[in-house]
């Protein structure tokens, strides 16, 4: 009996004596992640989830955050579609022991998802969500690691006519958020050139995302004439669509926005087509010098044999980083706290991309573009 009650005191003093964080330790801080895990955007977001789950581990192997508490990412499938990313949305914020989440590759399902976070008042940074008007609801709580749309449009304007002395230009668009407004703020862009008869739009449409035959519509393309063409849609359609334009006959440089050309559009048009096509795109992984990013490609080519052929895998593990970055120096998991801090005290933050601040909309500041182009052997390299 005496042993019995000595060993509880002892249980006892342990308790008082050991350091409330190396209690809670225990305890992981949770992250969510809403992705297209399944879906016409599976590679995208299975890309998201392992550089997420990279950047948790490497976070965690220098002791985790808030003085030894671990990074755990919990994933929820939104297929790439507005009506499950709000479902999806809707799961996380009923999660209590979820602080924030990182929210979503596509503007369109980012849309009503950031709505539900907005109304639960739960920070949701987006990594593939470059839709112009997202950032200018007044939301509190959304923030968005990537680039816009306008800064995008505007790089085309300024380096994509004159690289090829077109005067003749086409836009194509999927009529999702992303698309159309991308495709609108390039049009925008273009303007000043048009007023000044340097140059033309000869051709501006739609094509239905998840259609599988455009030779129709490539007909009144090719009618057209165009020198270059702009393709502001997703790759799984980029792909179609070049294939079948080189069969009809339409030579012109094809140049893809910044969601129409990675890996799986290679595999998909095959490399005699996707050489030689271009893209205006944010830096790609393997072109970011920052020790940071040397760090995590290593780790997650280590682990998967190679690194992520598109930047917004990226974006979502510097939407990690960014996230456990703020509960770690606020000291806090309340979301009014953590959108406070990141509105107003973030400013250069340590990222794989680079430098990390926002703006008072809650914009990354500061996101370069580059001219890219597939070469010979299937690589995506910057343009010369």
Aim: charged residues 25%; neutral net charge; hydrophobic residues 40%.
């Amino acid at each position: 009996m005496k042993i019995m009650k000595y060993l509880a005191m002892i249980g006892v003093l342990m308790c008082i004596c050991m350091p409330w964080n190396a209690m809670a330790a225990a305890k992981p801080v949770v992250i969510g992640l809403q992705g297209p895990i399944t879906g016409p955007w599976a590679y995208e977001g299975q890309m998201a989830k392992q550089s997420c789950e990279i950047a948790a581990e490497l976070i965690n192997q220098k002791g985790g955050i808030l003085g030894g508490r671990m990074i755990e990412v919990r994933v929820v499938d939104d297929a790439g579609e507005p009506k499950t990313g709000a479902l999806a949305a809707q799961r996380l914020v009923t999660q209590k022991d979820v602080v924030a989440s990182i929210s979503t590759y596509g503007s369109s399902i980012c849309e009503p998802a950031s709505t539900i976070y907005e109304k639960f008042k739960k920070v949701n940074i987006g990594y593939g969500v470059t839709a112009v008007r997202l950032t200018q609801r007044g939301y509190k709580y959304f923030f968005r690691t990537c680039g816009r749309d306008d800064s995008q449009g505007q790089f085309f304007a300024d380096v994509v006519p004159a690289k090829f002395g077109a005067k003749r230009i086409a836009i194509m668009h999927d009529n999702t958020a992303f698309g159309k407004g991308l495709a609108e703020d390039t049009k925008r862009a273009l303007q000043p050139m048009i007023d000044d008869g340097k140059l033309m739009i000869v051709y501006y449409d739609a094509v239905t995302p998840g259609e599988k035959d455009f030779r129709v519509t490539l007909t009144k393309l090719r009618e057209t004439k165009p020198e270059v063409w702009y393709f502001t849609g997703y790759y799984a359609e980029a792909a179609l669509l070049v294939s079948q334009a080189r069969e009809i006959g339409i030579t012109c440089p094809f140049v893809g926005g910044n969601a129409a050309i990675n890996d799986e559009f290679i595999k998909i048009a095959g490399l005699n087509i996707a050489k030689g096509c271009y893209m205006t795109n944010e830096p790609l992984p393997a072109d970011l010098p920052y020790e940071k990013a040397k760090e995590f490609l290593k780790a997650y080519k280590d682990k998967y044999g190679e690194i992520p052929s598109s930047p917004w895998p990226i974006y979502a593990a510097d939407a990690l980083n960014i996230i456990a970055y703020a509960v770690d120096n606020t000291g806090s998991t309340k979301s009014d706290v953590l959108a406070d801090y990141l509105r107003d005290k973030v400013d250069g933050a340590p990222g794989i991309t680079g430098p990390i601040g926002f703006t008072e909309q809650g914009d990354r500041e500061g996101v370069p573009f580059y001219l890219y182009v597939v070469d010979d052997e299937g690589n995506i390299v910057v343009s010369k």
